[in-house]
């Protein structure tokens, strides 16, 4: 598939400033507004803004909505579009100058306070019976706002660890309203803003500034086309692990000619300075957002977890410790090396597009040993770019399968095979947000109770008979592995479970279109019962990879019944990567 790209690295107050005249007109419907320079009121009930400045206790944030120019824009939109406001009182109001340092709405920018209402509004009236059971929103500058319901305290809750609201849902003509004692801080820093903003870090930001990293960490959309030119918009997102002057200090490194210095007479391979500084400052990066606590996350029995950097083929592992006396030392980055922490005051600071996290030592970069790899399928930015936030890797199963199609992510390369699909429920790729299901040991119908779906989703695929697709995986360290797949079995695949109707979904697998890798696999058929679940099978008993990297993992459909049965299609969980010492 050939993609144009156009890339627009954002500014974050200008971007605050244009999406009204971008995005946001797909959502305000300012040409048709017909009571421009007036209050719109219609017969029956009245609109958002109208019902604010009606009610004392919300005269501060109408005095914001006058002042970004934003007091008809939430009373009047396009046709059908309703909105749910957080609106903060007063005395939440008069808290948030405090906070900024300000004494009044006027001494911020109009453009700021046009992006504090667009952090605090969400497309779409939601009722109070459907807000308690979320977990994420989307507001209008496409941010993720967080939802944790007072359990205790009868209409009450928290966004974003910040908002807090006091009383949920007053009904409006094209909406409703939902009133914060606390406001929430607009997102409009981006990590590298963070990062420079904070002042601790001149050579960490100096090392950006030299390596180009500077302009992407600022980045936060990217607009492409395909080959019919349809516009695809994805949003970019950054972990990126800090660490200040002062930390660098105590290593003895007081600058960035200092940092290089130190990297070369660490070096064995015989690279050039600026190659060991982008490597060191791609080690301090993930290309996805991660709070402290999903990146020592674990699965199963595993106490060390390897995560991808943006370094090439370079790794740090998180070593998690439930027994830990502090809270710093509930994990530890590359614990069989120069142990790391992360400074807990300092770390999980959320930016416009991803978080911060610092650390307490200068993290060289350093190859560990294998460690089992467990690979989500859904694991992937531009997946999580397609995805409706609510639904995207939850915290919890979901009441009914979500799913979403994704086969212009460009994590994947596919091809639909000649004949097609029969299959109209999913697109030729989809991400689906998984309902509870149960695993089943491998080989027994003995049931493994709650257990679900990794992150509580998977990956279709609807290729049909011939069709093909490839993807990265996560980067394994050199050496030998047994890998398993976990696929989702649902009651419509029993013909594939049984090869009542084709081969049984056979898939010819590979890495790196490699011969001496590939294998012809059924899983489906290694099923060993007709309940739904997620069944285990070893798709490969041993596989060696020479060096540490990233691998192109491939596979073909083999089964006539792809484009035949409109029941076929296969499912991904997981694939989950063992070593073998």
Aim: glycine share 6%; proline share 3%.
């Amino acid at each position: 598939m050939k993609i144009y790209s156009i890339y627009q690295k954002v500014i974050v107050l200008a971007a605050a400033a244009m999406l009204l005249t971008a995005c946001d007109k797909d959502v305000f419907d300012f040409g048709n507004d017909s009571n421009k320079g007036g209050v719109y009121k219609p017969a029956t009930l009245m609109p958002i803004s109208t019902i604010l400045s009606e009610r004392e206790e919300f005269s501060e944030y109408v005095k914001l909505l006058n002042y970004s120019g934003m007091f008809n824009a939430l009373n009047q939109s396009s046709d059908g579009t309703t909105f749910t406001a957080f609106v903060p009182n007063n005395e939440a109001m008069a808290e948030f100058y405090q906070r900024r340092g300000i004494s009044s709405v006027e001494q911020l920018t109009p453009a700021y306070a046009r992006a504090f209402m667009l952090y605090h509004t969400v497309k779409g009236q939601i009722y109070p019976e459907d807000f308690i059971k979320k977990t994420t929103l989307q507001n209008l500058s496409n941010d993720n706002l967080s939802v944790e319901i007072d359990t205790e305290n009868a209409g009450e809750a928290t966004l974003n660890g910040e908002g807090k609201i006091i009383e949920m849902g007053d009904s409006a003509f094209n909406g409703a309203i939902y009133t914060l004692s606390r406001a929430m801080t607009p997102l409009v820093e981006t990590v590298y803003d963070r990062i420079v903003e904070a002042g601790q870090s001149a050579i960490l930001t100096q090392a950006f500034q030299q390596t180009g990293w500077d302009e992407r960490l600022t980045m936060i959309v990217d607009t492409t086309y395909d080959e019919n030119r349809n516009r695809i918009i994805t949003h970019y997102y950054y972990t990126v692990l800090n660490v200040t002057d002062e930390t660098f200090a105590a290593s003895g490194i007081n600058s960035v000619d200092g940092l290089i210095a130190r990297l070369q007479a660490d070096d064995d391979r015989g690279l050039t300075t600026d190659s060991l500084l982008r490597e060191y400052v791609g080690y301090h990066i993930l290309q996805n957002s991660y709070k402290t606590e999903d990146l020592g996350a674990m699965s199963g029995s595993e106490t060390t977890r390897i995560w991808g950097t943006s370094a090439d083929n370079q790794v740090f592992t998180v070593t998690y410790n439930e027994e830990a006396a502090t809270e710093e030392d509930t994990y530890v980055l590359n614990a069989s090396s120069l142990p790391v922490h992360f400074v807990t005051a300092s770390s999980n600071v959320l930016a416009k597009n991803g978080y911060v996290h610092e650390l307490d030592n200068w993290m060289p970069v350093w190859e560990p040993e294998q460690a089992t790899v467990i690979w989500d399928m859904g694991d992937y930015s531009e997946i999580k770019n397609m995805v409706d936030p609510e639904y995207y890797q939850p915290a919890e199963p979901v009441a009914n399968d979500q799913k979403f199609s994704v086969f212009n992510a460009a994590c994947f390369t596919y091809e639909v095979g000649e004949s097609g699909t029969r299959n109209n429920s999913y697109g030729y790729i989809s991400y689906v947000a998984t309902q509870k299901t149960y695993t089943y040991r491998e080989g027994t119908k003995e049931v493994v109770p709650k257990t679900y779906a990794n992150n509580n989703d998977r990956v279709v695929f609807n290729l049909g008979y011939m069709g093909s697709v490839s993807m990265r995986t996560p980067v394994l360290v050199a050496g030998k592995y047994r890998v398993e797949l976990n696929i989702v079995y649902t009651t419509n695949h029993n013909f594939m479970r049984t090869m009542s109707d084709g081969n049984g979904g056979m898939l010819r697998m590979t890495f790196d279109d490699n011969e001496d890798y590939t294998r012809f696999v059924s899983p489906y058929t290694k099923v060993p019962s007709a309940l739904p679940g997620i069944y285990t099978s070893t798709i490969y008993d041993e596989i060696e990879f020479p060096e540490t990297a990233a691998h192109t993992f491939s596979f073909v459909v083999l089964d006539p019944a792809a484009s035949t049965n409109s029941n076929f299609s296969v499912q991904f969980d997981t694939i989950k990567f063992i070593p073998i010492q």
